[in-house]
């Protein structure tokens, strides 16, 4: 019985540890966080993502541009990051701020500039704070199922946070 024991304890030691190993270099599965990472974008024709960083200057907001945006490549080049292009900036992922205080500014995204993000301190960290499902929230994603044909064409957006008050997980589905 001690000898099974044992083949058993090396097989599932084996087992995990191969089960570990596939985890942590499969990339499509990796966020590649940051600890300045306020929210990302997912996107329906690929695992690229479109990340939303703080923009800290000696600790606070950056008044001239509180938001690091940029590309984390999941597919081809796994982690590699790039700058957002021009049209990107302008017509997509880009933001443009409404409004500051001394602790906060207001935001909103090129691409929908209705719903606005309000980018301030908690605690000891910055959150985006954003409305989903008429609840003050701190936003962690948004995912855009677009058409594989033409990615221009939004089938919807939909908003993942938790909610600022309680903490419980929140999603909202806008239809375009």
């Given amino acids: 019985m001690g000898k099974n024991l044992s083949r058993i304890c090396v097989f599932m030691f084996m087992f995990f540890m ?3 190993s596939a985890y942590a270099i499969d990339p499509t599965d990796d966020t590649y966080p940051t600890a300045e990472r306020l929210f990302y974008i997912e996107r329906s024709v690929n695992k ?4 939303y960083d ?13 938001l690091k945006v940029y590309w ?3 597919e081809e080049r796994p982690g590699e990051k790039n700058g957002l292009n021009y ?3 302008k017509m997509a992922y880009g933001y443009k701020v409404v409004s500051r205080s001394e602790n906060s500014y207001v935001c909103s995204l090129a ?3 209705d719903r606005k ?30 058409s594989p044909k033409n990615p221009l064409n ?7 946070g938790v909610s600022a008050e309680t903490g419980q997980p929140l999603t909202e589905r806008i239809m375009k």
């Fill in 18 to 20: 191969l089960g570990v």
């Fill in 87 to 89: 049209i990107q900036r």
């Fill in 154 to 160: 939004v089938h919807y957006v939909e908003l993942r």
């Fill in 48 to 51: 690229n993502l479109v990340c």
């Fill in 54 to 66: 703080v923009n800290l200057k000696d600790g606070e907001l950056n008044s001239d541009d509180p």
């Fill in 111 to 113: 691409a929908y500039p």
């Fill in 117 to 146: 993000l309000t980018i301030a301190k908690k605690g000891t960290d910055y959150v985006c704070y954003i409305t989903i499902n008429n609840q003050r929230s701190i936003l962690r994603t948004l995912y855009v199922d677009v």
């Fill in 72 to 74: 984390v490549n999941r």
